[in-house]
């Protein structure tokens, strides 16, 4: 809904109405009507699952990362969406794996001074992360347990990005 509410507001001048309930957000076009269910339920405490005190800043050209995820991603399962993230000395290796048996894998140079760090994210949650900071270059906190979630960030201080890992 998000994506299809994007699309559609670069294409408008003139004011959407927006109208929320318990259920539903409604987004009135004039000439579309966009209705989206709520998500129901509890958000787990994203505070606890930061890294702390971490050495593992991963330092990439955000572009460069994006694309490497695009091309890796070609292959990936469809419902999960799982991409496996490791990084070993100054390399990124991102790695997918589809129900058919099919693998792709790609692997970019970054700045990383830690150790080494593996673990799996959904790889549109890490591709929406990228593209919404600002900047030529992302800086992502990794934790070192492979549990922990991805703090991305640009140069802006204001925005911040949570992505949660996932078994991959």
């Not at 990124?92 to 589809?98: D, E, F, I, T, Y």
């Not at 150790?115 to 990228?130: H, K, M, T, V």
Request: proline share 2%; charged share 25%.
């Amino acid at each position: 809904a998000c994506e299809e509410l994007l699309r559609q507001l670069k294409a408008v001048d003139d004011m959407v109405s927006v109208e929320f309930n318990d259920r539903y957000a409604v987004f009135d076009f004039g000439y579309l009507v966009l209705k989206s269910k709520l998500i129901d339920g509890n958000f787990p405490d994203w505070q606890r699952v930061l890294p702390k005190h971490n050495q593992n800043i991963v330092s990439v050209d955000r572009q460069a990362v994006v694309d490497s995820i695009n091309r890796t991603a070609i292959i990936a399962n469809d419902r999960l969406n799982g991409m496996q993230v490791k990084v070993t000395g100054n390399m990124l290796h991102l790695a997918c794996r589809n129900a058919d048996g099919e693998e792709s894998s790609d692997e970019i140079e970054i700045n990383h001074d830690g150790s080494d760090i593996e673990a799996g994210f959904n790889f549109q949650y890490l591709r929406d992360a990228l593209t919404a900071i600002d900047g030529d270059t992302a800086n992502i906190a990794l934790g070192h347990d492979g549990k922990s979630a991805a703090l991305i960030s640009g140069n802006s201080a204001n925005l911040q990005c949570v992505v949660m890992p996932m078994r991959v």
